[in-house]
């Protein structure tokens, strides 16, 4: 029978996963007098927006820019709703990345647009024409304002200000980076546009993210993705709100298709008033609702919508400055490297973090490689199947990363002295993510530039959030997700939503048989 909730003041929503989504929902429930609980199944909170530590080395996985990072900019004040902001620094680059051949011509995308313009005036001529129109959207989409995926009277405005530019987000969102691309007749030109899987994106999304770096609000947080969680993780503390880590949900509980808790893997039974998942989509949906709520939308998307790729990335601790050199670079390669067998990369891109002195020793620098594959299953097998070869593969790869690292920083072997390798298959055991994806929905053509449905069909007091739910991926979809989740739940429940209320702390967090709750975890 469902549990039945006696006064308003005792609702609970219950999240799954401890990610970016999972830890802003929960932030979002509090501010509008909800108790809240998340559920992590990992021993760190962040899911997807991580990092690791080696020996002295901070290794990042997920940020590489944070949209929101201008206090005048777009997203800022939403930030702001779930964690304080102003005390990350951020770092603008005045070279997002560089493209390298191998015989040494070289394509610097700047974030100031006229340097930007310039540089591709000076090495492609031809193309100068092409060159022009995309710097003049740039510049143009510096003035487009997102309209709040939750709706209202103040979208109004944002409708009304941006109708000058919707011809150009029609044309450039129905095609992709890759199309686009082929209207430059410059090999450097078209690789920036069409290599690796950047290629199958919406072209808006270059030009969008061009457009907010020019403005100085998608700036690096030192300290990587965990700064921003730590401070989420913070703020969901002094809330009175519970995390929850090594907390592995077994199943939805659901009665009269109404979903009222959670049970955990130990058998443990959580109730509640609403379940939100900000866990993976699929599992979601296959393992924790036994696809008992799908219709021909969600089954279209799983199906034929196309995901991030996975990812190998080899991790490199360098006892030597590499302050000289670009944050980002990508070398094109001649003959391809092959993450497996596959799947033949014919570029690698470097970040070098000379820029954050939290991710090494004084004098010392990290450096990490991206290697995106779609073939999951050989390093699931592999790792499950034959250690030994899985051990050999990680290897080879490490190597061959270390060789075109070389061709760009001469010498640099004989200064790595930690390597450290994941996999697909990493990423699958730590975060659970469909397919081992870096985040999940590509935002191309085909899935168009707009929030997908956050319920499922003939499923109540149930919702999800996360990048799932919005293509495109990021730590912005987390947020935003969030946001929708928590305005439909008070919406439902005739709560006022005000999310940048400061809640009356009256009611202590629940009693936890696990000792591991926000304000242990965030000291």
Not at 87 to 99: Q, S
Not at 405 to 431: F, N
Not at 488 to 513: G, H, K, T, Y
Request: hydrophobic share 40%; aromatic share 10%.
């Amino acid at each position: 029978m469902i549990p039945t909730v006696k006064n308003k003041d005792s609702r609970k929503v219950v999240i799954i996963g401890g990610g970016i989504a999972g830890l802003c929902t929960a932030v979002y429930a509090l501010r509008c007098g909800y108790r809240a609980e998340v559920l992590e199944m990992h021993s760190l909170p962040g899911g997807l927006a991580t990092s690791w530590r080696r020996s002295g080395y901070t290794f990042e996985n997920c940020l590489h820019w944070l949209l929101g990072s201008n206090p005048k900019g777009q997203m800022h004040p939403q930030w702001a709703e779930v964690c304080d902001i102003d005390k990350l620094t951020f770092v603008n680059h005045e070279e997002f990345a560089r493209l390298e051949t191998m015989d040494g011509k070289r394509l610097r995308i700047f974030t100031d647009i006229a340097r930007l313009e310039a540089e591709m005036l000076s090495l492609a001529p031809q193309d100068s024409a092409e060159i022009r129109r995309f710097t003049s959207a740039v510049r143009g989409l510096t003035r487009f304002q997102l309209p709040d995926p939750i709706g209202g009277l103040a979208n109004l405005g944002i409708y009304l200000d941006d109708l000058p530019f919707l011809p150009l987000l029609r044309r450039l969102s129905r095609c992709t980076c890759g199309e686009y691309g082929e209207r430059f007749t410059h090999p450097l030109l078209r690789s920036f546009f069409t290599d690796g899987y950047i290629g199958k994106m919406s072209a808006i999304v270059l030009v969008l993210s061009l457009a907010w770096m020019s403005q100085g609000n998608a700036g690096y947080a030192i300290g990587g993705s965990q700064a921003i969680i730590r401070l989420i993780q913070h703020r969901l503390a002094m809330l009175g709100g519970n995390l929850r880590l090594g907390a592995r949900v077994a199943k939805i509980l659901v009665e009269d298709d109404t979903a009222f808790g959670v049970e955990l893997e130990d058998g443990e039974t959580i109730f509640a008033d609403w379940v939100v998942s900000a866990a993976d989509g699929h599992s979601t949906l296959v393992d924790l609702l036994g696809e008992r709520y799908t219709d021909k939308s969600t089954e279209y998307a799983y199906r034929d919508l196309e995901t991030f790729p996975s990812y190998l990335q080899v991790s490199l601790g360098v006892a030597r400055e590499l302050a000289g050199y670009p944050g980002f670079v990508t070398r094109l390669l001649d003959s391809p490297v092959y993450a497996d067998p596959a799947t033949p990369l014919n570029q690698l891109s470097f970040r070098i973090f000379h820029f954050d002195p939290t991710f090494a020793p004084p004098g010392k620098t990290a450096v990490t490689c991206f290697l995106p594959t779609a073939n999951f299953e050989y390093w699931v097998n592999l790792e499950q199947c034959d250690p030994g070869i899985y051990q050999a593969e990680k290897h080879r790869i490490a190597q061959a990363a270390i060789d075109v690292l070389a061709q760009i920083v001469p010498g640099i072997r004989q200064s790595i002295e930690l390597i450290d390798v994941s996999t697909p298959a990493t990423v699958i055991r730590y975060t659970g993510n469909w397919k081992g994806s870096m985040e999940g929905w590509l935002l191309t053509p085909a899935t168009g530039f707009r929030q997908l449905r956050n319920t499922l069909p003939g499923l109540d007091r149930f919702l999800m959030a996360g990048h799932w739910v919005m293509p495109g991926g990021g730590l912005p979809s987390g947020l935003l997700t969030a946001r929708s989740a928590v305005h439909a739940i008070c919406r439902r429940d005739r709560v006022p939503f005000n999310p940048a209320r400061q809640p009356a702390l009256d009611l202590a967090p629940e009693p936890s048989a696990h000792p591991t709750s926000a304000s242990t975890a965030a000291r």
